[in-house]
Structures are given as structure tokens and as C-alpha cells.
């Protein structure tokens, strides 16, 4: 099984910063895509960034220019760095992996952290 952590959550004021952090670790064959999705109250859960393992990413348009989402592979972690954070960007995040096991390396499955909350107030 492939386990995912999140951490760096917390309460910042309009216009601050965050870094979020995310652990994968487990009996982990390969880890295809990393990518952080989030979901405030009331709503559904939407990607954030994605990264898949060409290097390649992708942004929710209300996001770009603001989030940057990076990977170290070797470390099997993922980060976002969130920057001129907006009270609409408070929301659980949660980080997701696209991978396969060591016992069954070619059986791909989505896994999930826990979440962390950020939360945008002033």
C-alpha cells in the first residue's frame, strides 16, 4: 500500500504564504503522478496541480501564477507552494498519488492523504 501525509496547513492572513508538504511512503513500485487537490465546505473536491513524472504541470486556472507544485522523486514527496493566498483559497488539500505496489507493479491505483486545512482569514 502506498501511504500519504500532508502537512504545513494552518491559518495565514489574505496575501501570505504557504508550503505544503506531502510524504509518500510504502511498499511503492513507482509513483506515476503526484498532485494536490482541495475541497472547502460545502463544495467538491477539485484539483489544485498536478505533476506527472515527465516533469510536466498542470494548474486550475484559479491558481496559476500564484501556486507552484514541485516533486522530489527520490524522496517520493510533493509540495505546493502557495503564494497571495485569497480567502477562497481556504479549504482541506489533499495530496494524491497515481502508483503501483511491489506486488502488483503493473496495477495502477489512486491514493489519498488525509488532508491538511488552510484557512485565509484575516
Known amino acids: 500500500q502506498v501511504t500519504l501525509v500532508e502537512s504545513g496547513g494552518g491559518l495565514v492572513q489574505p496575501g501570505g504564504s504557504l508550503r505544503l508538504s506531502c510524504a509518500a511512503s510504502?511498499?511503492?513500485?513507482?509513483?506515476?503522478?503526484m498532485a494536490w487537490y482541495r475541497q472547502a465546505s460545502g463544495k467538491q473536491r477539485e484539483l489544485v496541480a498536478s505533476?506527472?513524472?515527465?516533469?510536466?504541470?498542470n494548474y486550475a486556472d484559479s491558481v496559476k501564477g500564484r501556486f507552484t507544485i514541485s516533486r522530489d522523486s527520490a524522496k517520493n514527496m510533493v509540495y505546493l507552494q502557495m503564494t497571495s493566498l485569497k480567502p477562497e483559497d481556504t479549504a482541506a488539500y489533499y495530496c494524491?498519488?497515481?502508483?503501483?505496489?511491489?506486488?502488483?507493479?503493473?496495477?495502477?491505483?489512486?491514493?489519498w492523504g488525509r488532508g491538511t486545512q488552510v484557512t485565509v482569514s484575516s
Open positions: 494524491n498519488a497515481y502508483a503501483s505496489v511491489i506486488a502488483n507493479p503493473l496495477k495502477l491505483d489512486n491514493y
Open positions: 510504502g511498499t511503492i513500485f513507482k509513483i506515476f503522478s
Open positions: 505533476m506527472p513524472s515527465d516533469g510536466s504541470t
